[in-house]
């Protein structure tokens, strides 16, 4: 089993930036590829960014990509996503997901991953 808690989600202002952590607790975050998900208020649950397990390849969601940046340490399972001139709809949950690799270096369906985190509420107020 796989645990993970995500931090660091809060409120800003439209253009500020916000690290979101995942840490991981039951098994090495160096068998996963590990992935961000997000989900708005009356929206479904949206890819993010994901990264491999070796952490040399990661994926990006075109509404993301140049603002958002991930990154893991295996050594202290931990996964980061640092999010940059933040806009008001990145307002969601975001989840910290984990992938038992199967051949798939960065999946982004939520049906490749195996655990799930709580969430973390991020806001961006205009």
């Known amino acids: 089993q796989v645990q993970l808690v995500e931090s660091g989600g809060g409120l800003v202002q439209a253009g500020g930036s916000l690290r979101l952590s995942c840490a991981a607790s039951?098994?090495?975050?160096?068998?996963?590829?590990m992935g961000w998900f997000r989900q708005a208020p009356g929206k479904e649950r949206e890819f993010v960014a994901v990264i491999s397990w070796s952490g040399g390849s990661t994926y990006y969601a075109d509404s993301v990509k140049g603002r958002v940046t991930i990154s893991r340490d295996n050594a202290e399972n931990t996964v980061y996503l640092q999010m940059n001139s933040l806009k008001p709809e990145d307002t969601a949950v975001y989840y910290c997901?984990?992938?038992?690799?199967?051949?798939?270096?960065?999946?982004?369906?939520?049906?490749?991953?195996?655990?799930w985190g709580q969430g973390t509420q991020v806001t961006v107020s205009s």
């Open positions: 997901a984990a992938s038992y690799f199967g051949g798939v270096s960065v999946p982004s369906r939520q049906s490749s991953y195996d655990y």
């Open positions: 039951g098994r090495t975050l160096s068998r996963y590829a």
